[in-house]
């Protein structure tokens, strides 16, 4: 069956980065864009950018414009999110999706 | 901050019709497709909706979708206690360039 699983659950400092990674399996990864989008506790969901995997193309929201890195590893199915310059204000659940499949998110929790 | 705007809270008794309003602008429901998700507590959300009205196979057809002019709607008809749930809007924004939520509406089954 399909699956997006991702990557555990990360504590940062502000300032520093995280990589989040998203694998892929049950389809063709190269078929359907990937999606990221973030939740903090209690709030409603905010799209952070899309990567196409064949390509490697990316569309990033203007929000995390110079933040947010997307990338991918076709021969392992895997994308990546990485977001740099972390502040409090970045702790959230971080989820990958290829619509209809969703990840299972991966908490971000940013503090000193 | 949200463009697309939803009532915070729905609610009805099982077996009613709940409805859930999604207003947005020119710029995004006006000139592209509208998506629903389904968010239960503590899980990741789902695609209930696509396209305006179509939904993908498992999702039951008690889940409608609607859209016209600036505005969408979702539809939940047989209200079940397991449909209570946070459920969203989204579209793409021409202007922003980028992909926008609604604010979320919270369905409570009474």
């Known amino acids: 069956q399909v699956q997006l699983v991702q990557s555990g659950a990360e504590v940062k400092k502000p300032g520093a980065s995280v990589k989040v990674s998203c694998k892929a399996s049950g389809y063709t990864f190269t078929s359907y864009d990937i999606n990221w989008v973030r939740q903090a506790t209690g709030q409603g969901l905010e799209w952070m950018g899309w990567?196409?995997?064949?390509?490697?193309?990316?569309g990033y929201a203007q929000k995390f414009q110079g933040r947010v890195t997307m990338t991918r590893n076709t021969s392992i199915s895997t994308a990546y999110m990485e977001l740099s310059s972390l502040r409090s204000e970045d702790t959230a659940v971080y989820y990958c999706?290829?619509?209809?499949?969703w990840g299972q998110g991966t908490l971000v929790t940013v503090s000193s | 901050q949200s463009v697309l705007t939803q009532p915070p809270s729905a609610s009805g008794t099982p077996g009613q019709r709940v409805t859930i309003s999604c207003s947005g602008s020119?710029?995004?429901?006006?000139?592209?497709?509208v998506n629903w998700y389904q968010q239960l507590p503590g899980t990741a959300p789902k695609l209930l909706i696509y396209s305006n009205n179509q939904r993908p196979s498992g999702v039951p057809d008690r889940f409608s979708g609607s859209k016209s002019g600036t505005s969408a709607s979702l539809a939940i008809s047989g209200l079940q206690s397991e449909d209570e749930a946070d459920y969203y809007c989204?579209?793409?924004?021409?202007?922003?360039?980028?992909?926008?939520f609604g604010t979320g509406t919270k369905v409570t089954v009474l």
């Open positions: 989204a579209a793409w924004d021409d202007s922003l360039n980028g992909l926008v």
């Open positions: 999706a290829a619509d209809p499949y």
């Open positions: 990567m196409n995997p064949n390509s490697g193309n990316t």
């Open positions: 020119s710029s995004n429901i006006g000139s592209n497709t």
